[in-house]
């Protein structure tokens, strides 16, 4: 089962935080803004008092769980081990299960996470430009810089070629309006690492592109996304047992518990490369 599970590639991890909640109640997790900035002191010599403000986020986990039953006479007949390697689909079917709920998430279709949104050009040097100014440019709530940069291109696999041309091209030709000539080096070479995600433009994921991309800062800086898992149980169960009296064979099934959160829309930028 673990070897399956773990041998699905997932992204999951590269671009949120893990975070382990004890059980299925909503959980209300706090970010505290403390505006501790100096500020000068009066002819009466008092000190301004600094303050705080919260933010809260809600989320939860669910159990995901499939069943398979196979009977007696298959069983016995099994002699290539075939059930061993059905059994064992249940670890790729619970990495499934984990990346189409979080990549839902992340996508957010019909959602207002990314308030940021960039309608810029196909993926392009300019177009990096625009997404690194704005995450650049964000601010807290008292208006200061919170000097995050990205880190991570996510992208479709429709546009991994060109993302890691501009990610470690010295050089990149691109095209150029008439009259307008482009410099061919590449200011964004060696900024970020890319990120090849297929579910970004699935059929089960609702909302899916084969044209947006995602520009992402460090999520030790910032974090954009949770993906959640119930602490007493880390990794899928599977569980077998005999059929119940009046039946031949055995039931075999998976439980894993898990979910995923947005969480800080300032610490990633989306364009849908549609202009």
């Avoid at 690194?132 to 992208?155: A, H, K, Q, W, Y």
């Avoid at 044209?211 to 460090?218: I, S, V």
Wanted: glycine content about 8%.
């Amino acid at each position: 089962l673990m070897e399956e599970y773990n041998y699905d590639a997932s992204n999951v991890g590269l671009v949120s935080q893990r975070m382990n909640v004890k059980d299925f109640k909503t959980i209300t997790w706090t970010n505290i803004f403390k505006d501790l900035t100096l500020k000068e002191i009066g002819a009466d010599g008092a000190m301004k008092q600094g303050s705080v403000s919260e933010t809260e986020y809600n989320f939860s986990i669910d159990q995901f769980a499939r069943e398979f039953s196979v009977d007696r006479k298959m069983i016995i007949n099994d002699d290539l081990n075939a059930l061993q390697r059905v059994f064992a689909g249940f670890g790729r079917g619970a990495s499934v299960a984990e990346q189409r709920d979080f990549w839902t998430t992340f996508v957010d279709d019909g959602g207002s996470f990314y308030t940021a949104s960039l309608q810029t050009p196909v993926l392009s040097i300019d177009a990096l430009t625009t997404m690194f100014t704005v995450l650049r440019s964000n601010t807290d709530e008292n208006g200061d810089p919170i000097s995050v940069t990205g880190t991570t291109l996510i992208v479709p696999p429709s546009l991994e070629t060109y993302a890691n041309q501009l990610a470690k091209d010295l050089t990149v030709n691109e095209t150029t309006a008439v009259g307008k000539p482009k410099p061919a080096s590449n200011p964004h070479v060696g900024k970020f690492s890319v990120v090849v995600e297929p579910y970004l433009n699935s059929g089960n994921v609702a909302g899916g592109s084969s044209t947006a991309f995602y520009l992402q800062a460090n999520n030790r800086d910032i974090t954009s996304f949770v993906n959640l898992r119930l602490a007493s149980q880390q990794e899928p169960v599977i569980r077998q047992e005999q059929l119940g009296v009046g039946k031949l064979g055995i039931a075999t099934d998976c439980v894993y518990d898990f979910g995923s959160s947005q969480i800080d829309n300032k610490g990633i930028v989306k364009s849908d490369g549609s202009v």
